[in-house]
């Protein structure tokens, strides 16, 4: 059998978004900025899906801009906003525990001389809205904090942060990285204060390659590509017409469903939680419930490397992740696993499981039984 639970570093596409990248890249194949026909077939794909996406958010056709996924999206927000409101000051929050494309992107701005607070979060991924309220200065013009953390799953309140800010200091910009949250949660900017929200297109069975970035209307923001001026010229390129009809026929499907989806994947969350239980040495460090994702599951296994764990399960055909796949390429502590106060043992001896909607119960009790069978021996080689 293979199970496959590392949903959140990347999952498998819909047949419907294959058949229109196929379509897209084989047939109605012309570039969207083009004059003649093909041009304005291709152009009415990003039209189709660009009304899809602002359907789903119940925003403007208009605030959608398509980049090549959530990287560029959260770069753009962070980068692109503090760069073009830096007259009205220089001062920035974030959080301990934001994705390695916002916190970079910070260390960049940190040395342009902007001034950076990130904030502390409890032991189970929050931020305290008071040390917020305490952080916001007159000279903040942007909070960014993620909807979804993507290592263990922690739901942040964005719209009581949002309204803790604004009523501080109303000109302070909110980006949300909703890259984990985007298909499993009903998100309304408007309603909820967010002015900046990035969304990845492989996180919901979408393409690679393709994510959007909702900015505001009135929002000022300065591009990070320049060239022909495609979309209203805040990024230039040709546009990824297949990725990006993906895209929207991935929201379309995930959003009709959404209810259905949700209750899916928090059946399987539930399950694989108890069944941890059972086993000696475990501890999950994702809550049940609200606060906590539908789809991620963090656990510790005591006296196991996780990423010979990893390995060892994936020679049995099950695909987990010992981190953000994102960073997967740069070994380090987790800064996730350090901002909950995980005991130091269990910081390079933790998974996550993050499911989709192709996942089934039986693939958990599969990955359980090879788990039963593995921890036993591979703690016999436990570090002393």
């Keep these: 059998m293979e199970a496959y639970f590392d949903n959140s570093a990347t999952t498998r596409v819909l047949d419907s978004v294959t058949e229109i990248v196929v379509r897209t890249m084989t047939q109605d194949y012309g570039n969207a900025a083009a004059k003649h026909r093909k041009g304005m077939e291709a152009e ?4 189709s899906a660009r009304a899809e996406i602002a359907k789903t958010l119940k925003v403007a056709d208009k605030e959608i801009l398509f980049t090549s996924g959530g990287s560029e999206s959260n770069n753009m927000a962070v980068t692109g906003t503090a760069l073009a409101n830096q007259r009205a000051g220089k001062h920035i929050i974030s959080t301990a525990i934001e ?3 916002v916190y970079n992107p910070m260390a960049f701005l940190e040395e342009q001389g902007f001034e950076i607070t990130f904030l502390p979060v409890d032991g189970e ?11 916001v200065r007159p000279d903040t013009i942007l909070v960014s ?3 979804v ?14 309204r803790v ?5 109303p000109r302070v910009l909110f980006h949300v990285d909703a890259i984990q949250a985007y298909g499993k949660f009903r998100i309304y900017p408007k309603r909820q204060g967010i002015d900046l929200l990035s969304v990845s297109g492989h996180k919901i069975h979408g393409p690679k390659g393709v994510g959007f970035l909702y900015i505001g209307s009135g929002v000022r923001i300065r591009p990070l590509i320049y060239g022909g001026g495609q979309q209203g010229g805040l990024r230039a390129g040709t546009e ?20 259905g989806h949700v209750a899916h994947l928090t059946e399987l969350k539930d399950y694989l939680t108890d069944r941890l239980g059972e086993l000696e040495g475990v501890q999950v460090n994702s809550r049940k419930g609200t606060g906590s994702a539908p789809q991620i599951v963090s656990a510790s296994f005591d006296g196991v490397r996780s990423e010979v764990l990893l390995h060892a399960l994936e020679d049995r055909g099950i695909y987990v992740s010992s981190g953000s796949a994102c960073s ?6 987790s800064g996730t696993l350090k901002g909950i106060g995980l005991a130091p043992r269990y910081l390079d001896a933790t998974l996550r499981f993050s499911f989709g909607i192709f996942n089934r119960k039986e693939e958990i009790d599969y990955c359980i039984q090879v788990l039963g069978e593995l921890l036993p021996v591979l703690r016999k080689y436990k570090r002393g």
């Design 44 to 47: 009415q794909y990003i039209r």
């Design 99 to 101: 994705h390695p494309s």
């Design 125 to 135: 991924g929050h931020i305290s809205l008071e040390e917020l309220e305490q952080a």
């Design 145 to 147: 904090v993620m909807y």
């Design 149 to 162: 953390n993507n290592e263990v799953g922690a739901v942040e309140p964005v719209e009581e942060i949002s």
């Design 165 to 169: 800010i604004k009523k501080k200091n």
């Design 240 to 259: 990824n017409v297949p990725g990006v009809a993906g895209l929207g026929v991935a929201a379309r499907e995930m959003y009709q469903n959404l209810e």
């Design 328 to 333: 997967s390429h740069h070994p380090g502590v």
